[in-house]
């Protein structure tokens, strides 16, 4: 059977009429090239150059074998381009679980960024709460998510993405609502909304470590299901509350005050995946060095 490789020897052959330059130039040794001419030349029962000890001249089977062979390998090379084509639109795409708390312009302009970047890798991205996003990890069902937080688990790698600046949130009609900015005593001497940990684990562990690393412990006035019902409850005056920065960022609300904080804290974004006993996938890695550049 005649191969591929039959023709791109005869080519390079035919183009440099010298084996040791064709030999070179195809990354063999001359006596195994000159086996492969020897063997089209059999197969086919042809003579494709005239031999002489100073010379290598093409017979005229020569020359007609190398139009068709040229035209072949371009047709050859056509071919692969547009199956890759297709490969590359049709290829698995990177599944994202998006933690429904992460509400964030930055993850906006991370995802745009990297279609920017890898656009021959789709994204695919699915929103669930912490325990849904763990799940979904675990049983690889995404490759890879964002999160306040989850819940520990020596098969979960959480990995820092980004810090935003904490702010407070008030009612309009709050006596702070005014100030240019608060501090922590100020806003913690009113009751705070806080957020439940069964739905939102790494949002309460990380705002409840700031809350406790105050010197006056805050009264907990509830503790709200959801970011809608959490901002609802601020909003209504039942009590004060704190959120990212980022996250603020993306609301157009009338109804509540954001007010910086005097002294700095942060809510950290965590990359979060699965960790894999002998290695990423290699799409998988590009995705985590791309995050991690915008930190």
Not at 221 to 237: C, D, H, K, N, Q
């Amino acid at each position: 059977m005649i191969e591929f490789r039959h023709l791109r020897h005869f080519i390079a052959v035919a183009e440099e009429l010298n084996f040791r330059r064709a030999a070179e130039r195809v990354h063999i040794d001359q006596t195994s090239l000159s086996r492969t001419i020897r063997d089209l030349e059999d197969r086919w029962g042809v003579t494709l150059f005239f031999r002489t000890p100073r010379s290598l001249v093409l017979t005229p089977t020569g020359v007609k074998l190398l139009a068709h062979a040229r035209s072949l390998l371009i047709r050859l090379e056509r071919t692969k381009r547009a199956v890759r084509a297709v490969d590359a639109r049709y290829r698995e795409p990177l599944r994202i679980g998006v933690d429904e708390s992460t509400v964030q312009p930055r993850l906006a302009k991370c995802l745009s960024q990297w279609r920017g970047r890898a656009p021959d890798i789709p994204l695919e991205l699915t929103e669930m709460n912490a325990e849904e996003l763990l799940v979904a990890l675990r049983n690889e069902e995404v490759d890879i998510g964002f999160s306040f937080g989850l819940p520990d688990d020596e098969a979960i790698v959480q990995q820092p993405a980004w810090h935003s600046p904490m702010v407070a949130i008030l009612s309009p009609e709050h006596e702070l609502a005014g100030r240019q900015a608060v501090s922590w005593s100020e806003l913690l001497a009113f009751p705070v909304i806080t957020y439940t940990a069964v739905l939102h684990p790494g949002l309460h562990q990380q705002a409840a470590r700031i809350l406790g690393q105050q010197p006056l412990s805050p009264v907990i006035a509830a503790e709200a299901r959801t970011l809608s019902g959490y901002f609802i409850r601020v909003a209504m005056g039942q009590g004060v509350g704190i959120a990212d920065a980022d996250h603020v960022s993306s609301l157009q609300r009338g109804d509540i005050v954001v007010i910086p904080l005097t002294e700095s804290a942060h809510i950290t974004t965590y990359v979060v995946h699965k960790s894999q006993r002998f290695g990423l996938a290699e799409a998988l890695q590009r995705f985590l060095s791309h995050v991690i550049t915008l930190t």
